[in-house]
């Protein structure tokens, strides 16, 4: 009995040339930020602090992207069907997006959803931390690769100035585009996908402006 294994034909130049590979549509104001991602194989980490936007940044991505007529299912297993996410809903205009959807479902219920025909291409998950509670590096990085198809947008906090978790590191890792938030700002710190390193995008512009303040007076 052979335990030959069958090897697959290497790629040339011109394959790769050739290949026509799926991207998201991104907004022209938002390309020097992102970069123009492939559908899919990218996924995108933001990380920062608890209140300081990470939240609000994921909104106002899924709300470019609807505008740009493509679907986006939140995942809110911070806040869920709360007073605080509807605030947050509220904040950044979301009313009449079309094509956005959320539900706050924990690792096993919302696989059972990512497996059904069409689903949204493109899924925020908010936050890692407890999605991916007791999950090993491996499960995580499973996930991930399990939905070819998909664009996962994940959010986590942060220690330092790194990423918080074991979570949050593996997919910082996996990541073709990582965003890090503080003081209501998101900058590039990451990007395989065209965009310009350490670009910012200003999520919230009073409230950047405030912290600026505060700390121009602290000296």
């Known amino acids: 009995m052979s335990n030959e294994v069958s090897i697959k034909r290497a790629h040339s130049y011109q394959d790769i040339e050739r290949f026509k590979f799926k991207t998201l549509k991104v907004a022209d104001s938002w390309k020097e930020h992102l970069g123009t991602p492939q559908q899919g ?13 990470k939240s609000s940044y994921a909104l106002q991505i899924s709300k470019m992207l609807c505008q740009q007529g493509q679907a986006v299912l939140y ?14 809903l509220e904040r950044n205009n979301m009313k009449g ?7 706050s ?8 959803r990512l497996i059904k025909k069409r ?14 509670r007791k999950k090993s590096k491996q499960q995580i990085a499973e996930f ?19 990423p918080e978790g074991v979570a949050a590191k593996e997919i910082y890792y996996l990541s073709d585009v990582v965003i890090n938030i503080k003081d209501f700002e998101a900058v590039c710190k990451k990007n395989r996908m065209g965009g310009q390193l350490d670009s910012s995008y200003i999520i919230w512009h009073e409230g950047y402006n405030q912290r600026n303040t505060v700390l121009l007076q602290k000296g």
Do not use: P
């Open 41 to 53: 194989a990218c996924s995108i980490l933001i990380y920062g602090f608890s209140g300081n936007g």
């Open 75 to 88: 995942n809110s297993l911070e806040e869920g069907m709360k007073l605080s996410f509807k605030r947050a």
């Open 97 to 103: 997006v079309s094509n956005f959807r959320f539900v």
């Open 105 to 112: 479902e924990e690792f096993e219920a919302f696989e059972q």
């Open 119 to 132: 689903q949204a291409k493109i899924v925020v998950i908010d936050s890692v931390r407890i999605f991916f």
């Open 144 to 162: 991930m690769s399990r939905y070819k198809d998909t664009t996962f947008i994940c959010i986590a906090g942060a220690e330092g100035k790194q």
